[in-house]
């Protein structure tokens, strides 16, 4: 894409060029645990059919993660996600990656997704306030080796700003 054009019309064209922005992690209690800053790059491989995900946090929040008790049980979403989305109409799931991804387009501007980590499931909610800014929440569900999970552990709230509607191609 190489204007601010979308396609209102065309679900998921909103989510298209790169954006700056940060997650915060709370636990089940709304108790504050920490804040990392990531970048994101989102584009068409295939205009309408397939979108080419990546999301690379900045810094170092390993050693974060290490020190902190719940870092285990999260330590996957803190690195790099990366993955390609099938679009059919309003729906999506990946068909490239380790993270299976569910996701539909309740109306327009508003989406919902599910993330299978091998830790857990990530289920949010995004939402644009504008075509530039980006709101994402939802609970981080664990899972122990058995599969069995105990409700949600955490919620994880992400912001996100629109820096260029274009991907560069070395962009990370």
């Given at each position: 894409?190489?204007?601010?054009?979308?396609?209102?019309?065309?679900?998921?064209?909103?989510?298209?060029?790169?954006?700056?922005?940060?997650?915060?992690?709370?636990?089940?209690?709304?108790?504050?645990?920490?804040?990392?800053?990531?970048?994101?790059?989102?584009?068409?491989?295939?205009?309408?059919?397939?979108?080419?995900?990546?999301?690379?946090?900045l810094g170092s929040?390993?050693?974060?993660?290490?020190?902190?008790?719940?870092?285990?049980?999260?330590?996957?979403?803190?690195?790099?996600?990366?993955?390609?989305?099938?679009?059919?109409?309003?729906?999506?799931?990946?068909?490239?990656?380790?993270?299976?991804?569910?996701?539909?387009?309740?109306?327009?501007?508003?989406?919902?997704?599910?993330?299978?980590?091998?830790?857990?499931?990530?289920?949010?909610?995004?939402?644009?306030?504008?075509?530039?800014?980006?709101?994402?929440?939802?609970?981080?569900?664990?899972?122990?080796?058995?599969?069995?999970?105990?409700?949600?552990?955490?919620?994880?709230?992400?912001?996100?700003?629109?820096?260029?509607?274009?991907?560069?191609?070395?962009?990370?």
């Amino acid at each position: 894409m190489t204007s601010s054009y979308f396609d209102y019309a065309r679900p998921f064209d909103i989510m298209i060029g790169m954006w700056t922005g940060h997650s915060i992690v709370y636990d089940n209690k709304g108790k504050y645990l920490y804040t990392g800053p990531s970048i994101l790059t989102i584009d068409w491989k295939e205009t309408g059919k397939v979108m080419h995900y990546r999301q690379e946090d900045l810094g170092s929040l390993d050693e974060l993660i290490q020190e902190h008790e719940h870092g285990k049980a999260l330590k996957d979403l803190f690195v790099l996600r990366e993955f390609e989305l099938q679009v059919d109409g309003k729906s999506c799931e990946s068909i490239t990656g380790d993270i299976k991804v569910h996701g539909a387009e309740s109306s327009p501007g508003t989406y919902l997704f599910h993330l299978n980590f091998p830790t857990g499931d990530y289920y949010n909610n995004q939402y644009f306030l504008n075509p530039n800014q980006r709101r994402i929440i939802g609970p981080f569900v664990p899972r122990d080796a058995e599969g069995r999970t105990d409700g949600f552990q955490f919620v994880v709230s992400q912001t996100f700003e629109r820096i260029s509607y274009d991907v560069p191609e070395n962009a990370f």
